[in-house]
């Protein structure tokens, strides 16, 4: 079992930053694929980004690309995620998960990850 925790959120304005920690314990998290979802009111969970232990291969949903870095420290077991020039639209409860060993990439599925955090919330102001 992997459990994940994150954090990081809070409430900013628009243009500023932040960066969101997924800290796993239980197991290591080296080879797992690795992704960051969010969910705003009313709306479906979102995929956001994904990075591939072989290789720290990363994947980015249109709308965050240029602004925010996915990223991971497998000595530490923790994944991040980076957000710049952040928007009132990139406001939303942040999710982490985590998909077990296998070949397929990119992931950007909820149904692909089998583990997730209970999620933080990012409050962008405008």
């Known amino acids: 079992q992997v459990q994940l925790t994150e954090s990081g959120g809070g409430l900013v304005q628009a243009g500023d930053s932040l960066r969101l920690s997924c800290a796993a314990s239980?197991?290591?998290?080296?080879?797992?694929?690795m992704g960051w979802f969010r969910q705003a009111p009313g709306k479906e969970r979102e995929f956001v980004a994904a990075?591939?232990?072989?290789?720290?291969?990363?994947d980015y949903t249109d709308s965050v690309k240029g602004r925010f870095t996915i990223s991971r420290d497998n000595a530490e077991n923790t994944m991040y995620l980076q957000m710049n020039s952040l928007k009132a639209e990139d406001t939303a409860v942040y999710s982490c998960a985590a998909a077990i060993p296998d070949s397929r990439w990119p992931k950007r599925g909820p149904n692909e990850y089998e583990y997730w955090g209970q999620g933080t919330q990012v409050t962008v102001s405008s």
């Open positions: 990075i591939r232990w072989l290789g720290g291969t990363t």
């Open positions: 239980g197991r290591t998290i080296k080879t797992y694929t």
